[in-house]
């Protein structure tokens, strides 16, 4: 049996190597954030301010190669859009191949959170919610939307796509037609005012109403 002195080194070298990761990371975005910080546009920021889980992405660490890019049903024409795929493009970048599977780590950045975790073929996966999204949630769907891909062989499509294929956005958007299976997870972690500002109450009222859902 590990001995307690066993079992906190242990755990200590773990949270290590994640705080070296989310380390390497933030710094890698260190000098964008201070970028964005100055922008004081706002469209960007009452979107910025609306609550709830945005955004999914996934890619290839090795090669860059992203294949989904899919804003969800209550922030379809989020002005933060680009933000948001450039912070998973940076994340996949910088340190994606040292994303280890089924690691969770969570960064948070001007325009959210990325919260992004990998699997064993070294794919990373991530979602951008508001500050208030329960990280609970957020894995909840990561895990359930890695399931969705785990049934399809992404490593042997991606490598025989047809480059042409990288330069059509709908290809990098969905590259293999989950959206409908993306959206159905993420309806399951919906919370009561997803999707309206989080200055404002959740009421029958608002035009953030989820009934269209």
Not at 7 to 33: L, P, Y
């Amino acid at each position: 049996m590990m001995s307690y002195e066993r079992f906190s080194a242990s755990k200590a070298k773990v949270q290590a190597a994640f705080d070296d990761v989310e380390a390497w990371i933030f710094q890698a975005f260190e000098e964008g954030v201070q970028d964005l910080e100055g922008d004081q546009d706002l469209g960007l920021e009452v979107a910025q301010r609306r609550r709830g889980m945005r955004f999914f992405a996934a890619g290839r660490a090795r090669d860059g190669k992203q294949f989904a890019s899919i804003l969800f049903p209550l922030f379809h024409g989020d002005p933060n859009r680009e933000i948001y795929e450039e912070a998973f493009s940076d994340v996949l970048r910088v340190a994606g191949s040292s994303v280890k599977p089924g690691s969770r780590h969570k960064l948070s950045f001007r325009a959210g959170v990325l919260f992004f975790t990998a699997d064993s073929l070294g794919n990373t996966y991530g979602v951008v919610a508001s500050d208030d999204y329960p990280l609970a949630n957020a894995y909840n769907f990561l895990e359930e939307i890695l399931q969705v891909y785990h049934s399809i062989d992404v490593e042997i499509a991606l490598n025989e796509a047809d480059e042409s294929l990288w330069t059509e956005p709908r290809f990098r958007e969905d590259a293999f037609g989950v959206r409908e299976l993306a959206v159905a997870s993420w309806k399951k972690q919906l919370r009561p005012g997803d999707g309206c500002s989080a200055q404002v109450e959740f009421s029958e009222d608002l035009h953030c109403l989820q009934e269209s859902l």
